[in-house]
């Protein structure tokens, strides 16, 4: 019989899950320590003998004592077989799944690692209870201890454990894992990034009494006036002797406040009996196997991300006589969760969700993410003002949820499903009901004590069935403290097209409304809709891949003045990249040291670099979804991307108005906390230079109140004036340090055109039809010309895709932007000394004249587009400087790229860079490096500068890549810097969207066809 095509089989012989829990000999070592008590727990993680078979049934008798695994190779646990350069390589897809096979079908070639370990039982063990913990493995798993097998577990993202006390002896044991990589669980683990394989979280052992701590729940809740709270506490003990003893146990409860000390009148006892008792005869039983507490607890310190106030609960249990069996310790944050009308609050307010989806990822070992890691990924979430996680689509390592409790981040637990591919099919099978149901219930069971958790959500993309009701009522059963949430009620009955309209259905299974990827105009109407009765947190929208996330500032607007809109999660956090060389090989173990690691990392972000990040297709698999795993807003190494920059702007806790030109409003955007913590700083820019700066008064402002402040500027004329206001952390926080800004503004006091600067004498030399711009006959600016393409975005369409004709990408190829040639072409030398350039490219016409003048040459540049061409990439031309010209310096925008709906993180001034520096390491290589709002911009070699001044604000990018070198470039191994330079000066080029997944670029952004005029003036300056 093959478990693992059962779906009706969820495990053999496994233990019921509980919280993350470890136990102590006394009350006050649970209370001390985090860490687990070394003489009952041992760690298996570390080396293990390995060896990869093609199927399950060839494993043999590989679990027994007589198996010689010498020649076995040796392999890290926890980490995944597929990240280690073997025969079996990681497959990327988002909805197909891997193989050709029917539900609960797999493979007959499946993947199989065999497993093998030694380890010695502590003397003192032998007559306690001993315990197996597999934090993960994917997919399924036999366990064999001396040759005999325990059990079987299955589900990649939630701990199994077993009862190892009747297989052990003394001495020196053998543990056999049989890992399989394809079962039916598969089926539901269809979740937009790699397939890995093998046991890749920690594997444990730990010892008990033969009566011991099975469970503990704690609901710590404030009450309807968020003052007071009832703390009620659930303590399940278990017996493993064979016979239930009469004699009942004593359990006691302990709380420490976030200082350490104890809180008055809650250590408290109960009396409970081992196992179910028997009913008397008036109905009620005997003390059953769970003490039950409630207490009154008064103004406790409310849990929030802002105010992250952790308790420590302690547990103690003690036999008969007196004597300490075991006790243990959890975290608690005292909160309450509720729906009132169309508002989600969290402690009485209606809290934004400034969040973001996240996979557990890691470039160098996959589904293996260390700790360090995680806190790296904390520290930039919290440094970038997220406030939420969604653990998509999974429950994430236990370790994670330790770290957003402590650190502050409200988090959504999803359960571990999706049957994207079978999207109707799976929910409304009774087979799969088990399934649903114990990928929900070891979710919650494990996690139900985590203060970070403010919402249960019951998978992902898998339609909407009774199996998702059926979890849903237990959940409320359960844990009525905590919302729900789940994004397929919100679409048709069947298929997964998008609803423009609020869906009513499917009460049980959320509260909340949660569409995936509306439009900026969908999602008001989401509000306008009178019949909504949900509030609307967006489980997944500006989807991040490549250069994206424009039309981010749309949303928050609406965020932030519409109340039943609140917020969302960002798709998604980390590019899945792995990494790999040129060989297609991943990094070895051999070379596995964090200083070459480092190197290799770096390498990832230098074009024609050894080493760069794969995706889908990398590995030869026949199945895969190219480069869609590359959606995060961090690159693998925790690198951020320029979009993170435009979320932090849009996410600040504080808000700013200039009311007039000597006074300022400054708006608490914080639920919970004062603006006490922060200073506030000034400075005064004259045309993009600081000339005075200055401290606002020490802010006092209360959450979501204002403040006016008083502020006196001297206002020269005719110069662009900015002020711009920074918000900075006035001491060290555990994730920043002291001085670390939070938030910053810019206000355009008043513009005035740049002053031209004298110039040496230009002119303009065309030849065959190629204009280019000389200084005593030597060339600029050469091959002046029209420039309509960009190599696209992930977001304009997917290149290693079928079907992309009717995206941007495909429309702007087939009108032939990529390689636009003059049809005809005419040059005229006007009395006055002007050159007129006139050229068609079938129908388009572009129109240029050259004026020489003091400062240079006045380009006037006309465009005229018909009708008939799609929206345009962008509205300017290109040139190209001599090589040598690296030295940049502009005036505008910066100091990292901008486009027309991604510039709220971007402030004027005068910015200093080199055009190496321009270059933005996206995955796939693409369109990069713009910036708006550019007044002028000036390349140097050293002897000399060129200078473009605009007679209106432009756009422009400098790069040592064509758009068509960046276009035919799959990795960026593949990319050779040109030693010239590349200028492209536009009007306007097309923003970005998001629609990759999601709406295209939104109306306002659009390049549409039409007549347009662009003028600017060059210059050229010898520096000698």
């Given at each position: 019989?093959?478990?693992?095509?059962?779906?009706?089989?969820?495990g053999?012989?496994?233990?019921?899950?509980r919280?993350?829990?470890?136990?102590y000999?006394?009350l006050?070592?649970?209370?001390?320590?985090r860490?687990?008590?070394?003489?009952?727990?041992?760690?298996l993680?570390?080396d293990?003998?390995?060896q990869?078979?093609?199927r399950?049934e060839?494993?043999g008798?590989?679990?027994?004592?007589?198996?010689?695994d010498s020649?076995w190779?040796?392999i890290p646990?926890?980490?995944?077989?597929?990240?280690?350069?073997n025969s079996?390589?990681p497959?990327?897809?988002?909805?197909?799944?891997?193989f050709?096979?029917?539900p609960p079908n797999?493979?007959?070639?499946?993947?199989t690692?065999?497993?093998?370990?030694?380890?010695?039982l502590?003397?003192?063990?032998?007559?306690?209870?001993?315990v197996?913990?597999f934090?993960?493995v994917?997919?399924?798993f036999?366990v064999?201890?001396n040759?005999?097998?325990?059990?079987?577990g299955?589900?990649?993202?939630?701990p199994?454990e077993?009862?190892?006390?009747?297989?052990?002896?003394?001495?020196?044991?053998?543990?056999?894992?049989?890992?399989i990589?394809?079962?039916?669980g598969?089926?539901?683990?269809?979740?937009?990034?790699?397939w890995?394989?093998?046991?890749?979280?920690?594997?444990?052992?730990?010892s008990?009494?033969?009566?011991?701590?099975?469970?503990?729940?704690a609901?710590?809740?404030?009450?309807?006036?968020?003052?007071?709270?009832?703390?009620?506490?659930d303590?399940?003990?278990?017996?493993?002797?064979?016979q239930?003893?009469?004699?009942?146990r004593?359990?006691?409860?302990?709380?420490?406040?976030?200082?350490?000390?104890?809180?008055e009148?809650?250590?408290a006892?109960?009396?409970?009996?081992?196992?179910?008792?028997?009913?008397?005869?008036?109905?009620?039983?005997?003390p059953?196997n769970?003490a039950?507490?409630?207490?009154?607890?008064?103004q406790?310190?409310?849990?929030?991300?802002?105010?992250p106030?952790?308790?420590?609960?302690a547990?103690?249990?003690?036999?008969?006589?007196?004597?300490?069996i075991?006790?243990t310790?959890?975290?608690?944050?005292f909160?309450?969760i509720?729906?009132r009308?169309?508002?989600?609050?969290?402690?009485g307010k209606?809290v934004?969700?400034?969040?973001v989806n996240?996979?557990d990822?890691?470039?160098l070992?996959g589904?293996?993410?260390?700790?360090e890691?995680?806190i790296?990924?904390i520290?930039?979430?919290?440094?970038?003002?997220?406030n939420?996680?969604?653990?998509?689509?999974y429950?994430n390592?236990?370790e994670?949820?330790d770290?957003?409790?402590?650190y502050?981040?409200?988090v959504m637990?999803e359960?571990?499903i999706?049957?994207?591919?079978?999207?109707?099919?799976?929910c409304?099978?009774?087979r799969?009901t088990a399934?649903?149901?114990?990928?929900?219930?070891r979710?919650?069971?494990?996690?139900?004590?985590?203060a970070s958790?403010?919402c249960?959500?019951?998978?992902?993309?898998?339609g909407y069935?009774?199996?998702?009701?059926?979890?849903?009522?237990w959940i409320?059963?359960?844990d009525?403290?905590?919302?729900l949430?789940?994004?397929?009620?919100?679409?048709?009955e069947?298929?997964?097209?998008?609803?423009?309209e609020?869906s009513?259905r499917g009460?049980l299974s959320?509260?909340l409304f949660?569409?995936?990827y509306?439009?900026?105009?969908q999602?008001?109407?989401?509000?306008d809709?009178?019949?909504?009765?949900?509030?609307t947190?967006l489980?997944?929208?500006?989807h991040?891949?490549?250069?994206?996330?424009g039309?981010?500032?749309?949303?928050y607007?609406l965020?932030?003045t519409?109340p039943?809109l609140?917020?969302?999660?960002i798709?998604?956090?980390?590019?899945?990249?792995l990494?790999?060389?040129?060989d297609k090989?991943m990094?070895?173990?051999e070379?596995?040291?964090?200083?070459?690691?480092s190197e290799?990392?770096a390498?990832?972000?230098r074009?024609g670099?050894?080493w760069?990040?794969?995706?889908?297709?990398d590995f030869g698999?026949?199945y895969h979804?190219?480069?869609?795993?590359?959606?995060?807003l961090?690159?693998?190494?925790?690198t951020?991307?320029?979009?993170?920059?435009?979320?932090?702007?849009l996410?600040q806790p504080?808000?700013?108005?200039l009311i007039?030109?000597?006074t300022?409003?400054?708006?608490?955007?914080?639920?919970?906390?004062?603006?006490s913590?922060?200073?506030?700083?000034w400075?005064?820019?004259?045309d993009?230079e600081?000339?005075?700066?200055?401290d606002?008064?020490?802010?006092t402002?209360?959450?979501?109140?204002?403040?006016?402040v008083?502020?006196t500027?001297?206002?020269p004329?005719?110069?662009?004036?900015?002020?711009?206001?920074?918000?900075q952390?006035?001491?060290?926080?555990?994730?920043c340090?002291a001085?670390?800004e939070?938030?910053?503004?810019q206000?355009?006091l008043?513009t005035a055109?740049?002053?031209?600067?004298?110039?040496?004498?230009l002119t303009?030399?065309?030849?065959?039809?190629?204009v280019?711009?000389?200084?005593?006959g030597?060339?600029?600016?050469?091959?002046i010309?029209l420039?309509?393409?960009?190599?696209?975005?992930d977001?304009?369409?997917?290149r290693?895709?079928?079907?992309q004709e009717?995206?941007p990408m495909?429309?702007?190829?087939?009108a032939?932007?990529q390689?636009l040639?003059a049809t005809a072409w005419?040059?005229e030398?006007?009395?006055?000394?002007s050159?007129?350039?006139?050229?068609?490219?079938g129908a388009i016409e572009?129109?240029q004249?050259f004026?020489?003048c003091?400062e240079?040459l006045?380009?006037e540049?006309e465009?005229?587009?018909?009708d008939?061409l799609?929206?345009?990439?962008r509205?300017?031309?290109?040139?190209?400087?001599?090589?040598?010209?690296?030295?940049?310096e502009?005036?505008g925008?910066?100091p990292?790229?901008?486009y027309?709906?991604?510039?709220?993180?971007?402030f004027?001034?005068?910015?200093?860079?080199t055009?190496?520096?321009?270059?933005?390491p996206?995955i796939?290589?693409?369109?990069?490096?713009n910036?708006v709002?550019?007044?002028?911009?000036?390349?140097s070699?050293?002897?000399?500068t060129?200078?473009?001044?605009?007679?209106e604000?432009f756009?422009?990018?400098?790069?040592?890549?064509t758009?068509n070198?960046?276009?035919?470039a799959?990795?960026?191994?593949?990319?050779?810097p040109?030693a010239?330079?590349?200028?492209t000066?536009?009007l306007k080029?097309?923003g970005l969207?998001?629609g990759s997944?999601?709406?295209q670029?939104?109306?306002?952004?659009?390049c549409?066809?039409g007549?347009?005029r662009?003028?600017?003036?060059?210059s050229?300056?010898s520096?000698?």
């Amino acid at each position: 019989m093959k478990l693992w095509e059962m779906p009706e089989v969820t495990g053999v012989n496994r233990l019921r899950p509980r919280a993350t829990l470890h136990g102590y000999p006394s009350l006050d070592e649970a209370l001390k320590k985090r860490t687990p008590y070394a003489p009952w727990h041992q760690s298996l993680s570390g080396d293990w003998k390995f060896q990869l078979i093609d199927r399950p049934e060839n494993a043999g008798r590989f679990q027994t004592l007589e198996t010689d695994d010498s020649q076995w190779e040796t392999i890290p646990v926890p980490s995944n077989w597929t990240m280690l350069n073997n025969s079996d390589w990681p497959i990327y897809t988002n909805i197909k799944m891997p193989f050709d096979h029917v539900p609960p079908n797999v493979p007959e070639q499946n993947p199989t690692g065999l497993y093998r370990k030694t380890f010695t039982l502590d003397q003192s063990w032998t007559a306690r209870r001993t315990v197996i913990h597999f934090g993960g493995v994917e997919s399924c798993f036999f366990v064999y201890c001396n040759g005999k097998e325990v059990g079987f577990g299955k589900g990649s993202r939630t701990p199994v454990e077993f009862d190892l006390t009747p297989f052990v002896q003394k001495g020196e044991n053998l543990l056999a894992v049989k890992v399989i990589r394809w079962s039916d669980g598969s089926y539901v683990e269809d979740q937009d990034h790699w397939w890995m394989a093998g046991i890749h979280r920690d594997v444990t052992l730990y010892s008990t009494d033969s009566d011991f701590i099975q469970d503990v729940f704690a609901r710590p809740v404030l009450d309807e006036a968020c003052r007071d709270a009832t703390l009620e506490v659930d303590v399940m003990i278990a017996s493993s002797a064979e016979q239930r003893s009469e004699e009942l146990r004593t359990v006691s409860v302990h709380l420490a406040d976030p200082a350490g000390q104890t809180v008055e009148l809650i250590h408290a006892e109960q009396s409970v009996g081992l196992g179910p008792q028997p009913l008397t005869a008036h109905g009620s039983g005997a003390p059953d196997n769970t003490a039950r507490f409630s207490f009154p607890i008064s103004q406790p310190q409310p849990w929030s991300a802002e105010t992250p106030a952790l308790y420590t609960l302690a547990v103690e249990l003690k036999d008969p006589s007196g004597k300490t069996i075991e006790a243990t310790a959890t975290r608690i944050g005292f909160k309450r969760i509720e729906i009132r009308g169309r508002d989600m609050r969290i402690n009485g307010k209606p809290v934004i969700i400034h969040g973001v989806n996240r996979h557990d990822h890691d470039p160098l070992t996959g589904k293996t993410v260390s700790r360090e890691t995680m806190i790296k990924d904390i520290l930039l979430l919290k440094q970038f003002n997220f406030n939420a996680v969604r653990t998509a689509h999974y429950p994430n390592d236990p370790e994670w949820y330790d770290l957003c409790d402590e650190y502050g981040l409200y988090v959504m637990d999803e359960a571990n499903i999706e049957a994207h591919d079978y999207y109707d099919q799976l929910c409304r099978d009774p087979r799969w009901t088990a399934a649903f149901m114990d990928r929900t219930q070891r979710m919650v069971l494990r996690d139900k004590n985590h203060a970070s958790i403010f919402c249960w959500s019951l998978g992902n993309e898998t339609g909407y069935g009774e199996n998702h009701d059926a979890c849903a009522g237990w959940i409320r059963f359960y844990d009525p403290t905590r919302i729900l949430h789940y994004e397929g009620v919100s679409r048709p009955e069947f298929g997964q097209a998008f609803v423009s309209e609020p869906s009513f259905r499917g009460a049980l299974s959320s509260d909340l409304f949660s569409s995936m990827y509306p439009s900026v105009g969908q999602l008001e109407g989401f509000a306008d809709e009178p019949r909504n009765p949900r509030p609307t947190v967006l489980c997944e929208y500006s989807h991040a891949m490549g250069n994206s996330n424009g039309s981010l500032k749309d949303y928050y607007r609406l965020f932030e003045t519409v109340p039943s809109l609140q917020g969302g999660f960002i798709w998604d956090w980390v590019d899945q990249g792995l990494l790999l060389n040129r060989d297609k090989r991943m990094f070895d173990a051999e070379w596995n040291e964090p200083e070459n690691a480092s190197e290799a990392f770096a390498d990832c972000h230098r074009p024609g670099g050894k080493w760069f990040w794969g995706f889908g297709g990398d590995f030869g698999e026949s199945y895969h979804d190219f480069d869609f795993c590359i959606n995060g807003l961090i690159w693998p190494d925790r690198t951020p991307h320029p979009a993170m920059f435009e979320f932090k702007k849009l996410a600040q806790p504080v808000g700013v108005e200039l009311i007039d030109a000597s006074t300022l409003r400054i708006t608490n955007k914080r639920d919970f906390t004062d603006l006490s913590d922060l200073s506030g700083k000034w400075e005064l820019l004259e045309d993009g230079e600081v000339i005075e700066r200055g401290d606002l008064p020490q802010l006092t402002v209360q959450p979501g109140e204002s403040e006016t402040v008083p502020l006196t500027l001297p206002m020269p004329g005719n110069k662009t004036m900015h002020l711009d206001l920074f918000f900075q952390t006035l001491k060290k926080t555990p994730w920043c340090p002291a001085g670390h800004e939070v938030a910053r503004e810019q206000f355009e006091l008043q513009t005035a055109a740049p002053a031209l600067p004298e110039s040496l004498p230009l002119t303009v030399e065309v030849k065959d039809g190629s204009v280019s711009v000389l200084q005593n006959g030597e060339p600029v600016l050469e091959n002046i010309d029209l420039n309509l393409w960009r190599a696209c975005t992930d977001n304009d369409g997917i290149r290693g895709w079928t079907g992309q004709e009717n995206k941007p990408m495909g429309q702007w190829m087939a009108a032939g932007f990529q390689s636009l040639e003059a049809t005809a072409w005419q040059h005229e030398v006007l009395s006055d000394g002007s050159a007129e350039v006139s050229r068609m490219y079938g129908a388009i016409e572009f129109k240029q004249r050259f004026v020489p003048c003091a400062e240079g040459l006045r380009v006037e540049n006309e465009f005229v587009f018909p009708d008939d061409l799609p929206t345009l990439p962008r509205i300017g031309l290109k040139a190209m400087l001599p090589s040598g010209f690296e030295q940049l310096e502009w005036f505008g925008k910066g100091p990292h790229e901008s486009y027309i709906d991604r510039d709220a993180g971007v402030f004027s001034r005068h910015w200093k860079s080199t055009v190496t520096d321009q270059y933005v390491p996206y995955i796939l290589p693409q369109e990069h490096g713009n910036h708006v709002g550019t007044r002028w911009i000036s390349l140097s070699n050293g002897d000399n500068t060129l200078r473009v001044t605009g007679a209106e604000p432009f756009e422009f990018a400098a790069s040592h890549f064509t758009a068509n070198d960046l276009f035919a470039a799959i990795h960026t191994d593949q990319l050779t810097p040109r030693a010239e330079t590349i200028l492209t000066l536009d009007l306007k080029q097309r923003g970005l969207g998001s629609g990759s997944c999601g709406p295209q670029t939104e109306p306002p952004y659009h390049c549409t066809p039409g007549t347009y005029r662009f003028d600017f003036t060059v210059s050229y300056r010898s520096n000698l």
